[in-house]
């Protein structure tokens, strides 16, 4: 056999290997990607066979809508909504008006993967995702004084997250109310609907910034039940104006910049009058030798 001729063979087969190879390894691939971003961007708002969270439960979801819609709606559901689509908007109404966000790089390919994932999972007596078992008990008051502990960080968590006061406020709290950076939990009860919307939100929060924080810390189940009768609790009762900590903030902020002036301008007039006394003494010296 030629040189040319076995360089030939040797492309055909190996292309042929890297065909074969992609055909088994790419929809493996594509499987265990939608696994870890069904749990990382799904289950807080939907489950396998659990029950309605935020969004519609999506067990057998490929029989009550046709593929091509469902990829459709996957890649750009607002845009579907926009449309005027009347599926869309009845899932819009049913979710109180919550649009599910966009994903970044979310191609007609992860979605086919996904929608396989769910109609596997589908099949199955008990989903993977079929979701938390939220404790129906009565919330008691010490869960209700423990949550709080939690939320302001008395109470560490147990994974090592960061507590919840870190980063948001709730009214009532009393001094400066809490952290800024992300929004007022008073009424988050409401906002999500109730004690399981919330509870599974908290065992796998959806937003950028708690996946980064929580994805390697996750708060506990044992944890989740006191900070959602904490919620609860902020939810029943009547709160202070939540301008105060606001006020208060500026308030310490104002007393500390006057605090910190008239001490330098104590310190500097001490100064001045040092420099300014030995000026003095030497315009004396200066006069007597004349």
Known sequence: MSASIYSRSLQFWMTVTVAILSGILVPDVLSQEAVDFFRQNCISCHTIGGGRLTGPDLKDVSKRAEREWLTKFIIDPRGVVESGDRYANQLKEEARGVVMPPFPGMTPQRAQALLDLIDAESKLEKSQFQGV?????????????????????????????????????VQGLGGFGGGGLAPDLTTVMERYGGRKTLSTWLTAPATPTMQSLFKEH??????????????????????EDPSTARLNFVLVGLGGTLLMLAMFDIIWNKRLKTVRRALVREKRMEAVHE
């Open 133 to 169: 078992k939220i404790s129906e008990r009565p919330f008691t008051a010490e869960d209700v004084i423990l949550g709080k502990k939690i939320f302001t960080g008395a109470v560490s968590l147990k994974n090592g997250g960061t507590s919840c006061i870190a980063c948001h406020s």
């Open 218 to 239: 996750p708060i506990d189940a044992e944890e989740v039940l006191p900070l959602v009768a904490y919620f609860q609790n902020t939810l029943q009762r009547n709160p």
